[in-house]
């Protein structure tokens, strides 16, 4: 689908006073070319209702509209971005939708209909925040495709035993597949970032964790690596340690670091089963 003739971004930055603010994370990506690569990242979007995250001057909102989805969620907290990205919607029609809301604070599986995707470029200081609340639900969504610093799609993506694997690692790639799609340098933000971006594409898997067993992740990571110079038997001694290792079959010197995710998926069921 093709949105009708609209003014240039840098305009529409400059109408509403859409300076970035460093207090909400914001950069905005205005290179078509590159907006055009994350949307076509995102697979097929046919007849898929898109949620997008801080969609700023509407860079990206106006390229998922160009796509086949069959409609635009865009959730904005920055009262300024709002009112651009409710001017576009004027413009384009009904498969554009604006909530002024903090999307900490959604349920954004109860917003659109399934087939739901989320596609944005996610505010920084809110980014890894926000990605584990959805992991929690991520049975709701088809696909998410979101953009972060390159660190943090870094220990996203990370595998065991390098220096990125850590928390975040674990509790992403138990519940998605992970694919680091692109790299995106500083130049291309206004204003530049001092830190390389980052495209991921996560992919729910088909078995979901029950919110029961989510939770006992959580804490079992948090306690793995809390402390990730010390060895598990000492990190999971609060959540029984030594036994906990033992029912696993895992050597109680080894490191969260070294474990797989499928380890991990052992010691959080069992850590589920004794309470």
């Known amino acids: 689908m093709t ?6 971004l840098r ?5 509403h006073g859409l300076g970035a603010k460093r207090s909400l994370g914001q950069h905005f990506l205005l290179d078509g070319n590159l907006i055009g690569r994350i949307v076509r990242s995102a697979g097929s979007l046919a007849g898929r209702h898109v949620i997008e995250v801080g969609p700023g001057p509407g860079g990206l909102t106006r390229m998922l509209l160009d796509s086949d989805a069959a409609d635009v969620t865009a959730i904005e907290i920055d009262p300024r971005a709002v009112g651009a990205i409710t001017e576009l919607a004027g413009q384009v029609g009904e498969r554009l939708r604006v909530i002024a809301a903090d999307a900490l ?14 596609v944005a470029n996610l505010p920084y200081n809110v980014a890894t925040p926000l990605l584990i609340g959805w992991l929690r639900q991520a049975a709701a969504f088809e696909r998410m495709t979101l953009m972060f610093q ?9 595998a065991p ?28 933000f206004v204003p530049p970032p001092k830190v390389f971006s980052a495209v991921v594409g ?17 804490r079992l990571t948090a306690a793995a690596f809390g402390q ?45 089963a004794g309470g």
């Open 3 to 8: 949105t009708p003739a609209l003014p240039p």
């Open 11 to 15: 305009e529409v930055i400059a109408r």
């Open 105 to 118: 604070a959604l349920d954004l599986a109860t917003l659109v209909p399934a087939p739901r995707q989320i």
């Open 150 to 158: 390159l660190e943090v799609a870094e220990r996203i993506c990370a």
């Open 161 to 188: 035993s390098t220096p990125a694997y850590g928390r975040l690692s674990v509790l992403v790639q138990w519940v998605c597949e992970t694919e680091l799609a692109l790299r995106i340098p500083p130049a291309a």
């Open 202 to 218: 996560l992919m729910p898997r088909a078995v979901q964790p029950a919110p029961a067993l989510f939770a006992a992740m959580e």
């Open 228 to 272: 990730r110079r010390k060895m598990l038997r000492g990190s999971l001694k609060p959540l029984g340690g030594e036994a906990l290792l033992a029912a696993a079959g895992i050597a109680g010197e080894r490191r969260a670091e070294t474990l797989s995710v499928a380890e991990f998926d052992t010691l959080a069921r069992l850590l589920l």
